[in-house]
């Protein structure tokens, strides 16, 4: 049974940095792609980026795009979110998910299995 489980959340001002990391426990994390969600308080989750099995391929949303970095370390079973320049508008909490998909499936929908979330916030 893969669990996901999230680390890395804190509180920082803006500007400043942080890096989120999702451990997978569990086998063939690298047969699969991964992604990064938010949701803010009265907002719907919303998917923020996503990388391939390979960490090939990446994607963004608009509203990080230029800010944040996903990457992957297949050997570790781990994937990360590099979050850079924050905003008071990034404070959300923060999951990350898979499909069991092997591209860096930018379909909501399509993902299946989340982790607890962390909470990060960015005050101004």
């Known amino acids: 049974q893969v669990q996901l489980v999230e680390s890395g959340g804190g509180s920082v001002q803006a500007g400043g940095s942080l890096r989120l990391s999702c451990a997978w426990s569990?086998?063939?994390?690298?047969?699969?792609?991964m992604g990064w969600f938010r949701q803010a308080p009265g907002k719907e989750r919303e998917l923020i980026a996503a990388?391939?099995?390979?960490?090939?391929?990446?994607a963004y949303a608009d509203s990080v795009k230029g800010r944040f970095t996903i990457s992957r370390a297949n050997a570790e079973n781990t994937v990360y979110l590099q979050m850079n320049g924050l905003k008071p508008e990034d404070t959300a909490i923060y999951y990350c998910?898979?499909?069991?998909?092997?591209?860096?499936?930018?379909?909501?929908?399509?993902?299946?299995?989340w982790g607890q979330g962390t909470q990060v916030t960015v005050s101004s």
């Open positions: 569990g086998r063939f994390f690298s047969n699969y792609g």
């Open positions: 998910a898979t499909g069991f998909q092997a591209g860096a499936t930018t379909n909501a929908g399509l993902y299946n299995l």
């Open positions: 990388i391939n099995y390979s960490g090939g391929n990446t």
